[in-house]
Nanobody
Framework: DVQLQASGGGLVQPGGSLTLSCAASGTSFDDWAVGWFRQAPGKEREGVSCISVSDGITLYADSMKGRVTIFSDHAKNTVYLQMNSLKPEDTAVYYC????????????????????WGQGTQVTVSS
C-alpha cells in the first residue's frame, strides 16, 4: 500500500524559509510524478509545483515561481519543496500527491491525475 507522509511545516516570519518533505512508503518514487498543492483558509486548493522523478523535469506555478524549488532524493525516497522569501499569503496547508507516471508526465494545474495524497502540513507565515 502506497502512503505519503508530508512534513516540515511550521511557523516562519515573512522573508523566511522552509523545506517541506514528502516521503513515500510502499513504493519507490523513481517512475512517479509528485506534486505539491496548498489550500489557504477559505480558498480552493491550488497547485504549487510538480516533478517527474524519472526525468527530473520540474514545473512551478506563477504564484511561487522563483521562490520555490522542488527536488527529489532517490536514496531517501523523498521529494522536497524548498520555499524561500515566504509571504503571509503563502500561509496554507501544503499537501503532496503522487501518481505512477513512467512516461515522465507531471502536473500542478490539475489534481485528478494524482491518486495518492499525503495528510498535509501547515505552513504559517506571520510576524
Amino acid at each position: 500500500d502506497v502512503q505519503l507522509q508530508a512534513s516540515g511545516g511550521g511557523l516562519v516570519q515573512p522573508g523566511g524559509s522552509l523545506t517541506l518533505s514528502c516521503a513515500a512508503s510502499g513504493t519507490s518514487f523513481d517512475d512517479w510524478a509528485v506534486g505539491w498543492f496548498r489550500q489557504a483558509p477559505g480558498k480552493e486548493r491550488e497547485g504549487v509545483s510538480c516533478i517527474s522523478v524519472s526525468d527530473g523535469i520540474t514545473l512551478y506555478a506563477d504564484s511561487m515561481k522563483g521562490r520555490v524549488t522542488i527536488f527529489s532524493d532517490h536514496a531517501k525516497n523523498t521529494v522536497y519543496l524548498q520555499m524561500n522569501s515566504l509571504k503571509p499569503e503563502d500561509t496554507a496547508v501544503y499537501y503532496c500527491a503522487a501518481v505512477y507516471a513512467p512516461d515522465g508526465s507531471a502536473w500542478y494545474e490539475e489534481e485528478y491525475p494524482y491518486n495518492y495524497w499525503g495528510q498535509g502540513t501547515q505552513v504559517t507565515v506571520s510576524s
